[in-house]
């Protein structure tokens, strides 16, 4: 298994990132993205590659504005991704966390 994290402060209220990170209906911020599609509305969604590649996400833990995680599948890997949301002086602590097999 592979792990990676990724934490950044950002210069906006934790509300308006958690709605950036969360909402299915625009990935225009992604640029390895082409489009996502919805299959079960809070629980699962396919993400698609500039390519046309699928990989499968299934939602686990959604606490706004604070923590949202799902399992991850597609035909070259597995994993799950953690993101945590905290509010600092500066705006928002977005914490990511990547595991992969």
């Known amino acids: 298994m592979t792990e990676s994290k990724k934490k950044a402060v950002l210069k906006s209220r934790i509300e308006q990132v958690w709605e950036v990170v969360t909402d299915l209906s625009d990935c225009s911020w992604r640029s390895d993205l082409q489009r996502i599609d919805v ?48 509010r600092t002086d500066e705006g928002c602590e977005a914490e990511f966390t990547e595991r992969v097999d």
Do not use: C, Q, S
């Open 39 to 86: 299959l079960e509305p809070g629980k699962t969604f396919v993400e698609y590659t500039k390519e046309g590649f699928p990989t499968t996400f299934v939602i686990t833990r959604f606490e706004p504005p604070y923590r949202y995680e799902f399992t991850m599948d597609n035909a070259n890997m597995t994993g799950t991704w953690t993101g945590l949301f905290r």
